[in-house]
T-cell receptor, first 113, second 114 residues
Framework: KAGVTQTPRYLIKTRGQQVTLSCSPI?????VSWYQQTPGQGLQFLFE???????NKGNFPGRFSGRQFSNSRSEMNVSTLELGDSALYLC????????????FGPGTRLTVT | DQQVKQNSPSLSVQEGRISILNCDYT??????FLWYKKYPAEGPTFLIS?????DKNEDGRFTVFLNKSAKHLSLHIVPSQPGDSAVYFC?????????????FGGGTRLMVKP
């Protein structure tokens, strides 16, 4: 079974731009969660999508948004990028909603200059 | 305010010996704890977990201990192997309806020397 895939793996953007990251979950998994990892704040939960609906949301500004498609693939969007948005963005998939048992992708490394 | 802390950023252990990774938390509402292992350029991989109703959970070479009164958990790896060299994150959850809303510690880099 293929694992969680994330594209692109690396991205460089300029302040003020917007960015879209993509995540394809493990086949059969319907829940996708997004996390941000930075050296200062560590790994932080962004949000979860299950059956195309956002279920839970972490403490992030509205510039961070996401969506999920009918095939469970998910995209995360960050608008008006700030330098502090530079981070590794990880997505994780699980079969059930809000599950402890999650499988992480390799992440997308976003650098904002 | 860091609710989950791993105070040792790194740990070096000889192959065959015991590795003990520690984690402290402040939120008494946390009721489920997990350990993840992360290799470079890969996402975290689930290792072992423990519910707050237990004080120990064992899986092969890995054992997690939970001391609720001290708000402390630890991961023991015995015996340590060079392939265990990675960054280890502890994580906690406090909502049964949002088990994936994990609060992570900052990680401990384990180096197992041959």
């Amino acid at each position: 079974k293929a694992g969680v895939t994330q594209t692109p793996r690396y991205l460089i953007k300029t302040r003020g731009q917007q960015v879209t990251l993509s995540c394809s979950p493990i086949s059969g998994h319907r829940s996708v969660s997004w996390y941000q990892q930075t050296p200062g704040q560590g790994l932080q939960f962004l949000f979860e999508y299950f059956s195309e609906t956002q279920r839970n949301k972490g403490n992030f500004p509205g510039r961070f948004s996401g969506r999920q498609f009918s095939n469970s693939r998910s995209e995360m969007n960050v608008s008006t990028l700030e330098l502090g948005d530079s981070a590794l963005y990880l997505c994780a998939s699980s079969f059930q909603a809000s599950s402890y048992e999650q499988y992480f992708g390799p992440g997308t490394r976003l650098t904002v200059t | 305010d860091q609710q989950v802390k791993q105070n040792s950023p790194s740990l070096s252990v000889q192959e065959g010996r015991i590795s003990i990774l520690n984690c402290d938390y402040t939120n008494s509402m946390f009721d489920y704890f997990l350990w993840y292992k992360k290799y470079p350029a890969e996402g975290p991989t689930f290792l072992i977990s423990i519910s707050s109703i237990k004080d120990k959970n064992e899986d092969g070479r890995f054992t997690v201990f939970l001391n609720k009164s001290a708000k402390h958990l630890s991961l023991h790896i015995v015996p340590s192997q060079p392939g265990d060299s990675a960054v280890y994150f502890c994580a906690a959850s406090g909502r049964a309806d949002a088990g994936n809303m994990l609060t992570f510690g900052g990680g401990t880099r384990l180096m197992v020397k041959p």
